[in-house]
Nanobody
C-alpha cells in the first residue's frame, strides 16, 4: 500500500513563506498526477495545485503567482513552495497522488498551515 507522508507545515506571519513536502513510499512515476489540497475550518476541501506526470502543472486562481508545485523523482518527493502567504491560506494541507489505472487516490495525513500575526 502506497503511503504519502507530509512535512513542513507551521505558523508563519502574513507575507512569509513555507515549503511543504510529500514523500512517497514508492516512485512518483506510479502516479499520473499529484496535487495539494487544503481544507479550512467549516469549508470543503479544495484543490490548490496539480502536477502531471510529464511536467505540466496548474493552480487555483487564489494561489497563482505565489505557490509553486514541484517534484524530485530521485527523492520520491513532491513539494509546494508557498510565498506571500495570506491569512486566508490557513488550512490543513493534504498531499494527493492519483493513479488512473483503477482510478485510485492516495492521501497524506495532512499538515497544518497557519498564517497569522
Amino acid at each position: 500500500q502506497v503511503q504519502l507522508v507530509e512535512s513542513g507545515g507551521g505558523l508563519v506571519q502574513p507575507g512569509g513563506s513555507l515549503r511543504l513536502s510529500c514523500t512517497a513510499t514508492e516512485t512518483l512515476f506510479s502516479f499520473n498526477s499529484m496535487g495539494w489540497y487544503r481544507q479550512a475550518p467549516g469549508k470543503q476541501r479544495e484543490l490548490v495545485a496539480t502536477i502531471f506526470r510529464f511536467g505540466s502543472s496548474k493552480y487555483d486562481d487564489s494561489v497563482k503567482g505565489r505557490f509553486t508545485i514541484s517534484r524530485d523523482y530521485a527523492k520520491n518527493t513532491m513539494s509546494l513552495q508557498m510565498n506571500s502567504l495570506k491569512p486566508e491560506d490557513t488550512a490543513v494541507y493534504y498531499c494527493n497522488g492519483h493513479v488512473e489505472n483503477g482510478d485510485s487516490d492516495y492521501w497524506g495525513q495532512g499538515t497544518q498551515v497557519t498564517v497569522s500575526s
